[in-house]
Structures are given as C-alpha cells and as structure tokens.
C-alpha cells in the first residue's frame, strides 16, 4: 500500500540550513506529483511547495518559502527532498510529505528554527 516516510528534521539556528527527505513506496513514483506541507504552532496547515510527475520540471512554492527552499526528486530512489535554507523561526513546525492523488500523509518530521 502507498507510504511516505519523511525525514531529515531536526533543531536549525536562524539562518541555518536543513535539507529533509521523503522516501516513497507503494505506487509507481515517477508517475505522481509529490508536495512538502508544513503544520506550524498557531496556523493553519500550508503547503509549502510541489514538484510535477516525472522529471520534476514544474515546481510551486508558497509565497513565504520562494528563493529560500527548493524541492526535488530522485525517481530511481523513490525519494523527495526540500532543500531549506535561510531558515528562521517562522519557519518552525512538523513538515509532511504528500502524494495528493492518494491523500496520503507520513508522520511528519520537526523543525525547530531557534538560537
């Protein structure tokens, strides 16, 4: 059956770096668009950005993210990435892996942006 896995999380000082990964399984992965959502303290639920099936040409970002994280993917190992970068604490929460054509959710993984 579909599963995500999501990891790479951790405690990040402000302006610091974190590159997190989301390991598929149970459908064919290439053939999907994956997206990378984030759940922080207080907000609502926001996706944080999605990469289209395939290659991975088209990419989203929230507003709030752009020219700050990029998402990628590696077909072969069935793997999602968000790089992050300049990262502050707005940016603390617990990050999902989704594949929207399953409504599928990992666990989440914690980021904690603080000095």
């Known amino acids: 059956h579909v599963q995500v896995a999501e990891s790479g999380g951790g405690l990040v000082q402000p302006g610091g770096s974190l590159r997190l990964s989301c390991l598929a399984s149970?459908?064919?992965?290439?053939?999907?668009?994956i997206t990378w959502s984030r759940q922080r303290p207080g907000k609502d639920h926001e996706l944080v950005a999605r990469?289209?099936?395939?290659?991975?040409?088209?990419?989203n970002y929230a507003d709030s993210v752009k020219g700050r994280f990029t998402i990628s993917r590696d077909n072969l190992k069935k793997t999602v990435y968000l790089q992050m970068t300049s990262l502050n604490s707005e940016d603390t929460g617990v990050y999902y892996c989704?594949?929207?054509?399953?409504?599928?959710w990992g666990q989440g993984t914690q980021v904690t942006v603080s000095s």
């Open positions: 149970g459908f064919i992965f290439s053939n999907y668009d």
């Open positions: 990469i289209s099936a395939g290659n991975g040409v088209v990419t």
């Open positions: 989704n594949v929207p054509a399953f409504k599928v």
